[in-house]
């Protein structure tokens, strides 16, 4: 049964700015339904008011229409006017009709909620202050006279009251509903803005952001963190033998293996073409230099995507008085003089210096 009433137009899915007015039409004609068909009833059989029935009558005559219609044509526009007057004119008639008696008043707080909503806020100014200035008109006319509450006032204060509970628990349901899409959204497109299409890590804008975070904060002698850039040496030799999507699968594949290899805590971004960088967060520099190392070891000894490759890394420790500029030419620098070296190497920048791993070491035993 509920189908009838709430049908789902294809032209105008969740996203859709006229979404939820095909939803508070089919709402509001509901409502209309169930209220006309029980005033009807209630004004003949209890009050034998046949002249406030016919009104009642004539409104769930109107609703039923104005729905068989809405369903079949969807213009929403026509209808959200047709449902705005035809409650405006209902109310007002059976308001006129009571002569503003027996708290029948109470009906032209229904006005304001139904018209902003389905017409706008200028239409729907207009309609309530005309409502509200025939409302002050009716209550101008009855000063002069002692005003007796009876049953029938009860019942005029019950029924708007539920109306008013239904309606906005209905607009409550759209602001949350809506609310919950936008976060979606906004978090679809927080993502898309900080990942990289085809590998699934982090892009540079992130990168630098979270880097330049990390450096502000680096106010702690004792805190090491530790910035990588890792290249996959002779990548261009992969494009123009195999072809790009040759060279895509290889840095897709390289990707997975930077954050199953990387401990966890590690922020992994694609700089830029092959170049990959790292954050090491709260890291000693031996810790990141073998984790380099066992990451170089591993590449140059297993295939990626069927294909021998090696890897080339540049590391560099952030100090105090760095910035993200400093912190990654340091590292840039260390990555270039593994290159001039022969590659499959793992380079440490150490201030103004640039060494191997291989010479840190060879230094370390001399020393010894």
Known sequence: MLHFWYKEFPQYPRDHKDYWRTRLIAHSLLIC????????????????????????????????????????????????????????????????SAKGHAHSLFWAT????????????????????????????????????????????????????????????????????????????????????????????????????????????????????????????????VNDTYGHLAGDNVLSEFANILQNKLTNSALIARWGGEEFTIILRDSSLDNAINEAEELRAFIATHLIDNRALTISIGIAKAHVDDTALHLLERADKALYKAKLQGRDQVCVASDNLTKTHYENTLSKSAAI
């Not at 769930?60 to 047709?82: D, E, G, M």
């Not at 002050?136 to 008013?164: C, D, K, M, P, R």
């Not at 085809?198 to 910035?227: A, C, H, M, P, W």
């Open 110 to 237: 229904l006005i304001p909620p139904f018209t902003f909503f389905l017409v706008g806020r200028n239409w729907g100014s207009i309609l309530s202050s005309i409502a509200f200035g025939i409302c002050a008109y009716l209550v101008y006319l009855q000063q002069q006279l002692s005003i007796t509450i009876g049953l029938s006032a009860l019942f005029n204060f019950i029924e708007v009251s539920i109306a008013h509970v239904l309606l906005f628990r209905f607009y409550e349901k759209t602001r949350f509903s809506a609310y919950s899409h936008l976060s979606k959204r906004n978090a679809e497109i927080k993502q898309l803005a900080e990942t990289d299409k085809l590998t699934g890590l982090y892009n540079r804008q992130k990168f630098d952001f979270e880097l330049s975070q990390l450096l502000s904060e680096n106010n702690n002698e004792r805190k090491s963190n530790i910035v990588m850039i890792c290249d996959i040496d002779h990548f261009k030799k």
């Open 33 to 96: 339904c169930c209220y006309f068909l029980i005033l009807t009833l209630l004004n003949v059989f209890y009050f034998s008011s046949y002249d406030i029935a016919l009104i009642d009558a004539l409104g769930l005559i109107t609703s039923l229409s104005i729905c068989i219609w809405f369903n079949k044509t969807a213009q929403v526009s026509k209808a959200a006017w047709v449902v705005a007057l035809m409650i405006v004119s209902l109310i007002m008639l059976f308001i006129v």
